[in-house]
Antibody, heavy 120, light 113 residues
Framework: QVQLQESGPGLVKPSETLSLTCTVSGGSISSYYWSWIRQPPGKGLEWIGY???????NYNPSLKSRVTISVDTSKNQFSLKLSSVTAADTAVYYC??????????????WGQGTTVTVSS | DIVMTQSPDSLAVSLGERATINCKSSQSVLYSSNNKDYLAWYQQKPGQPPKLLIYWASTRESGVPDRFSASGSGTDFTLTISSLQAEDVAVYYCQQYYSTPYTFGQGTKLEIK
């Protein structure tokens, strides 16, 4: 079955750019929407944005000026870049697949998550 | 943004008893053109990612035990676990996908009494 795996640095300095990649295995990245979600320590879930295999994307306005989500269909990967990070961006970052049929669906496959700490 | 508010924040239920979690949205998530409520429920156990339980407000995801059920429409929704099992200890979240930014409730922590 489809599995997702996040990868990237676990420690990022303030003001720098957080970069994460989600690798999709066991299935194709094509014809699905793919999301990033984050969870600060001990807190709830925040949707960051999604991307389609065509590159069409939608971001949370609260992060929009700092977020870029991209897709590389040849590698079956999609990526997250978050610029000008602060301690408030410290969180577990999850990638997830949106259920088939469009962006307005629940998210049925999740990666295990990767912890990113913003600290000097 | 649509604000999702869950109640209670935490809940302790005896094994075998019923657990009920509520979720209220600040505006309707019912899409009139297809009569579907754009709401999902997730279960998150410690150290694990969320797991999709329910979508379209009441459709159980494949593989989810039938003791999990959900109901509601418009702005008020309920997740029910009919007979609590030890493995159901988790935090439960509702999420609206009616409009972006998609938003989650604050979570309800379910424990064994």
């Amino acid at each position: 079955q489809v599995q997702l795996q996040e990868s990237g640095p676990g420690l990022v300095k303030p003001s720098e750019t957080l970069s994460l990649t989600c690798t999709v295995s066991g299935g194709s990245i094509s014809s699905y929407y793919w999301s990033w979600i984050r969870q600060p320590p001990g807190k709830g879930l925040e949707w960051i944005g999604y991307i389609y295999d065509s590159g069409s994307s939608n971001y949370n306005p609260s992060l929009k000026s700092r977020v870029t989500i991209s897709v590389d269909t040849s590698k079956n990967q999609f990526s997250l870049k978050l610029s000008s990070v602060t301690a408030a961006d410290t969180a577990v970052y999850y990638c997830a697949r949106v259920k088939a049929g469009g962006p307005r669906r629940g998210m049925d496959v999740w990666g295990q998550g990767t912890t990113v700490t913003v600290s000097s | 943004d649509i604000v999702m508010t869950q109640s209670p924040d935490s809940l302790a239920v005896s094994l075998g008893e019923r657990a009920t979690i509520n979720c209220k949205s600040s505006q309707s998530v019912l899409y009139s053109s297809n009569n579907k409520d754009y709401l999902a429920w997730y279960q998150q156990k410690p150290g694990q990612p969320p797991k999709l339980l329910i979508y379209w407000a009441s459709t159980r995801e494949s593989g989810v035990p039938d003791r999990f059920s959900a109901s509601g429409s418009g702005t008020d929704f309920t997740l029910t676990i009919s007979s609590l099992q030890a493995e159901d200890v988790a935090v439960y979240y509702c999420q609206q996908y009616y409009s972006t930014p998609y938003t989650f409730g604050q979570g309800t922590k379910l424990e064994i009494k």
